[in-house]
């Protein structure tokens, strides 16, 4: 870690943690290099504001934080503050690795190995705390000294457990004007930190077909060659997702619309497969929490087109249900998230064409057994692998439901799918 300054919570560290972000030292790169994108399938996070300190690397999923020590760590002075830092985050329930500049210098394979080590075993812990109690070794729970009605999270940025409805919103939906323009006004409704992900819905499609370029679909995922890149460019961060925030504004719903370049929202990398080139598709690699927070901060709705973006100037198509994921995910260490996935369906249906056999609930077990029985639409496993990863990685509440009824989605009425643990 290069600074141990002490910061106060709040605007000032958020901002702070994104300029370390940007002037990452050698040996913090070559860790970010080796864990970014790893075997585990683990998100970390960079620069990571955690309660008044600023974690060089994190990964909420294990709460573990890895700290990069230079030659400043030799001072005494600079040892005190380290050793009541660390305290501090092992009463928050996390694990610390420390390697100094020298390890990550002349041994990177090594300090990967142990990292890997670690990671197993924090792993392992999790599913024997798991088997033997039942429940998620990392939920949020509520703080027993408080009541039930007000907002308490353990969250180890300590930000009072504030609610935050995130929701995105199918293709389907946003085809059908008359459909849009009634949930647009129900979003408009909800009160407090709001964020809605849009798919692009069929007017790429069309678009594409009107200027003869040919669309490819594998397993529902859209080949993103260079001219169809400018099309859904166009359409998602354009068309779209302005006319959404338009009608919002005229609901008396003051919105901002954004895609992953903008204020370096969303990074990503160009997706990697072995037998499959999905040309300019993008996978997720960072979600800019602090920019999130500080608009939500001024009561503004964020309206998020799937378009990432590499910082090397190339612009990625990226999945809206993976985006909804990875926000969600991001910002379960700030807010007590509710992840809500909403379409032209009621939830998940044993019977895709009987809107009534909706599965109220669905666990893990639940899932595997449907999978297994190909008693659920495929076109629904991606919606519930998301589900499931952000549910394991903080997020609070995941629903899946019917977008007009935005209102019984948040409040888990009946006739909509609720995701458990």
Not at 142 to 153: A, G, Q, R
Not at 193 to 200: D, M, P, Y
Not at 345 to 366: F, H, P, R, Y
Request: net charge neutral.
């Amino acid at each position: 870690m290069r600074e141990n300054m002490f910061y106060g919570a709040g605007p000032i560290i958020f901002q702070r943690a994104e300029e370390l972000r940007n002037k990452m030292t050698a040996a913090e790169k070559i860790i970010w290099d080796l864990i970014h994108i790893n075997e585990w399938h683990l998100k970390f996070r960079r620069q990571h504001p955690i309660s008044n300190y600023i974690a060089d690397f994190y990964c909420h999923a294990i709460k573990l934080v890895i700290e990069i020590d230079g030659n400043i760590h030799e001072d005494e002075e600079v040892k005190q503050m380290d050793g009541t830092r660390e305290q501090c985050l092992k009463d928050l329930g996390l694990s610390i690795l420390r390697f100094k500049n020298e390890e990550v210098f002349k041994a990177p394979k090594k300090v990967l190995e142990t990292i890997g080590k670690t990671i197993n075993h924090l792993q392992r812990q999790s599913l024997e705390r798991d088997t033997s109690l039942g429940i998620d070794t990392f939920v949020t729970k509520p703080n027993k000294d408080h009541s039930p009605s007000e907002n308490v999270s353990n969250s180890p940025l300590g930000d009072g457990g504030k609610s935050l409805y995130l929701i995105k919103i199918g293709g389907n939906i946003i085809d059908n004007e008359k459909k849009l323009s009634s949930f647009l006004s129900a979003f408009a409704s909800i009160e407090g930190e709001k964020i809605l992900v849009h798919g692009g819905g069929k007017l790429a499609t069309e678009i594409a077909s009107q200027l003869g370029l040919e669309q490819q679909l594998i397993n529902g995922r859209r080949i993103t060659d260079a001219a169809t890149l400018k099309v859904v460019t166009m359409v998602y961060a354009g068309y779209i997702n302005k006319n959404i925030v338009a009608q919002l504004q005229s609901n008396n719903c003051n919105a901002i619309g954004l895609s992953g370049p903008d204020g370096n929202l969303i990074q990503s990398h160009k997706r990697q497969h072995p037998t499959i080139d999905y040309g300019f598709v993008g996978d997720v690699d960072e979600v800019n929490t602090a920019l999130l927070k500080s608009l939500l901060d001024q009561g503004i709705s964020l309206i998020i087109a799937p378009i990432t973006h590499n910082k090397e100037g190339q612009l990625l198509n990226t999945n809206a249900d993976t985006i909804a994921q990875e926000i969600a995910k991001a910002l379960s260490a700030i807010y007590d998230v509710t992840l809500i996935y909403s379409f032209e369906k009621k939830g998940v249906l044993e019977n895709a064409d009987d809107e009534n056999t909706v599965i109220k609930q669905i666990d893990k077990d639940t899932y595997k057994d449907l999978k297994q029985k190909n008693a659920i639409f495929a076109g629904m496993i991606p919606k519930l692998d998301n589900a499931f990863i952000a549910l394991s990685n903080g997020v609070k509440k995941v629903i899946i439901g019917k977008a007009e009824d935005i209102h019984q989605l948040i409040k888990g009425e009946a006739g909509t799918t609720i995701i458990n643990r």
